[in-house]
């Protein structure tokens, strides 16, 4: 047992927000991720939908794993182009099976732009609506198109009521100029961090993690991408979040556990687990 074990040990529950725990990276040994998980105390995993199949794949998993592995569903702005409306009835059939908690991931790409932006706009605008429709939180993901992304989910939230107008969903692996994230906190968004809050050059991600409400942050690997420090340039898994909390800690100044909790009650909150 090494020191980090036994620091997760006697940490309270963890959610890893955000994992793709079905893609191809995790062929060969996916019940071990899923146990070394589990011992590093995290307790539950998100797994987003990047397109149809891949929502599939998620559903699958939360059927495996009952209660530690839930779904979301939809489609990734890079596997967007030549979106038709039609492409919306198998997410909303999909979003009721069973540990289906959110649609996503969804948003806006203008780094890889693998998808043309009208067909980007029109999958993310009839994804936000659906997921009002079926009132579930969104799970966003912005890659240099904060701009963009933050007035279409103001203006989305801006017409929500009840739970979702409460909770409307998080900006994923937040990376944006603080007074768009300061927009987006406003307008009821939480915000999830990654490896990245571990590197030399994110002092701006600290910033913003440091000044963030208590109640709005998530923790979230992104495996098998975005590993953190001092895993980094190999694959990522959820058996990692605990360094991402333990960073969130330092940065905040405040005990691993309190940040464990909060970020556990506050994805609890979010995603209507009970
Ligand atoms: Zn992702």
Redesign the pocket.
């Known amino acids: 047992m090494n020191a980090q074990d036994s620091t997760s040990r006697a940490l309270p529950p963890m959610i890893d927000t955000?994992i793709?725990l079905n893609f191809d990276a995790y062929d060969e040994d996916r019940d071990a991720v899923i146990a070394r998980a589990a011992a590093a105390g995290v307790a539950r995993c998100i797994n987003?939908g990047?397109d149809l199949e891949t929502s599939r794949a998620g559903i699958d998993l939360a059927a495996a794993y009952p209660g530690v592995i839930y779904a979301a569903v939809g489609y990734?702005p890079n596997s967007t182009a030549g979106f038709a409306r039609a492409w919306l009835e198998p997410i909303r059939a999909l979003a009721s099976s069973p540990g289906v908690v959110s649609i996503g991931?969804i948003g806006l790409d203008y780094y890889w732009d693998k998808s043309p932006k009208p067909d980007q706009f029109a999958a993310f605008e009839a994804q936000l609506e659906l997921a009002a429709e079926l009132n579930l939180p969104v799970?966003i993901?912005n890659r240099e198109a904060s701009e963009d992304v933050i007035r279409i989910l103001e203006s989305w939230a801006g017409e929500l009521s009840g739970t979702l107008r409460e909770a409307p969903g998080v900006l994923?692996?937040v990376s944006a100029p603080a007074e768009l994230v300061e927009r987006a906190l406003a307008a009821g968004f939480y915000i999830g961090f990654t490896g990245p809050i571990t590197y030399k050059n994110a002092d701006q991600t600290r910033r913003i993690a440091a000044a963030a409400p208590l109640e709005r942050i998530l923790v979230e690997t992104?495996g098998p991408?975005l590993t953190p420090v001092p895993h980094r340039g190999k694959r990522n898994e959820p058996a990692y979040i605990p360094l991402i909390v333990e960073r969130l800690a330092s940065v905040r100044q405040l005990p691993l556990a309190q940040i464990a909790e909060a970020t556990t009650v506050n994805a609890e909150r979010l995603f209507r687990f009970t």
């Open positions: 955000h793709h987003p990047v990734h991931e799970i993901h994923h692996s992104d991408f």
